[in-house]
Nanobody, 116 residues
Framework: QVQLVESGGGLVQPGGSLRLSCAAS????????MRWYRQTPGKEREFVAY????????NYADSVRGRFTISRDNAKNTVYLQVNDLKPEDTAVYYC?????????WGKGTLVTVSS
């Protein structure tokens, strides 16, 4: 079955950085786009970034463009999100996502807290 396991979140000061990881299994990783989303309490889950199968195409939400970088390692079935210059409004649970065989799959998320 499809499994997505996020890691790498934590508490960081404004301006700091983290590298989030998502380990995927249960599907052919290198033939699927991968996405990151985030969600704060009381708000809808919002798109953060996506990356194409070979990593040649990427897109970002306006709120993170220039600060976040999505990448993938198809040999390790892992997608990453490098988050730099973090702001308090980036505080959220970050989720990995894949749309596979007509179903949206999500991990359990990793919490990023930006606070001084």
């Amino acid at each position: 079955q499809v499994q997505l396991v996020e890691s790498g979140g934590g508490l960081v000061q404004p301006g700091g950085s983290l590298r989030l990881s998502c380990a995927a299994s249960g599907f052919t990783f290198n033939t699927n786009f991968m996405r990151w989303y985030r969600q704060t309490p009381g708000k809808e889950r919002e798109f953060v970034a996506y990356i194409s199968m070979a990593g040649s195409n990427k897109n970002y939400a306006d709120s993170v463009r220039g600060r976040f970088t999505i990448s993938r390692d198809n040999a390790k079935n892992t997608v990453y999100l490098q988050v730099n210059d973090l702001k308090p409004e980036d505080t959220a649970v970050y989720y990995c996502n894949v749309y596979y065989n007509g179903v949206n799959y999500w991990g359990k998320g990793t919490l990023v807290t930006v606070s001084s």
